[in-house]
């Protein structure tokens, strides 16, 4: 039976990884600073730890560990990310946790070890056309990310490559965009942008308004969450390194993005546009390495993982509504 630990397991991608791993055989440690909010914990053991102490660390590994999916970082969407307030701590939380894990990992002859990097590791200077942003991987230099966040991603990823090249560890980097779907956090600051339409178009009124950032003409693509798995499972069992993005081609705005949810919803929505942390004004996944070396592509529209999280995020605004 194959081992892996997953860091960040209490979070939304990494319950969702615990789950694949857990169908697929494996005994799976998670760990994460606080448990799974949403109960999507299949894991065998669960350590409830901060992965800042290196002591911590140390002790997931009283067992031989085959693989290592370091997911954990200190992150949230636009408005926490970009407003300039939380810097200090994504920088030092997340360069520390992964400093501590990879560390570790080496010392206990881990065989490989994946790393959750991001899109805003690209140039800011790649991304203000919305139509036509530039996100393939060999553009990320000379460097020039649109926030802190994306400064620590870019860094770390050397990080983890400097380990393989000096140490021999199995390293594979895949580059996250927008990734989405249940069991997500879709209240609170945090939210990422899908979340965040799903539930304000279920907080609205038929014929109702709600507010986007901006003009919300700026561009994204959004990747369903077991697509998302199922890619990162592809890049941890191939001889490819990375990095490599991870991500749908299937770039819209914002204001269309609230079309297509307010149409899953079955309602009319108007909307407010108002001041507020927008990010790049374009990004969208360039899948061209992926298809050559993984042979992977999203396999199901945008709106069917909509559909999906909608459904999700309308039950648990209906049962807050209700409380």
Known sequence: MRTAIVCGAGGFIGGHLVERLKQEGYWVRGVDIKEHEYGNNKADDFVVGDLRDITICQMLFDRQIDEVYQLAADMGGAGYLFTGDNDAAVMHNSILINLNMLETSRLKKVKTIFYSSSACVYPEHNQMDPD???????????????????????????????????????VRIGRFHNIFGPLGTWIGGKEKVPAAVCRKVAEAEDGGEIEIWGDGKQTRSFLY????????????????????????????????????????????????????????????????LIRERLDWAPSKPLAEGLKKTYKWINANVNELQNV
Do not use: Q
Not at 235 to 252: A, D, R
């Open 132 to 170: 036509n942003p530039k996100c393939a991987e060999d553009t990320v230099y000379p460097a020039a990310p649109d926030s802190e966040y994306g400064w620590e991603k870019l860094f770390s990823e050397r990080l983890y490559l400097t380990y393989y090249k000096n140490y021999g560890i199995n």
């Open 225 to 288: 969450v077991t697509e998302c798995v199922e890619a990162v499972r592809r890049l941890v069992n191939s001889e490819f390194v990375g990095p490599v993005n991870i991500g749908s081609e299937e770039m819209l705005s914002i204001n269309d993005l609230v079309k297509m949810v307010a149409e899953i919803a079955g309602k009319k929505i108007s909307i407010k546009h108002i001041p507020g942390p927008l990010g790049v004004r374009g990004r969208n996944s360039d899948n061209a």
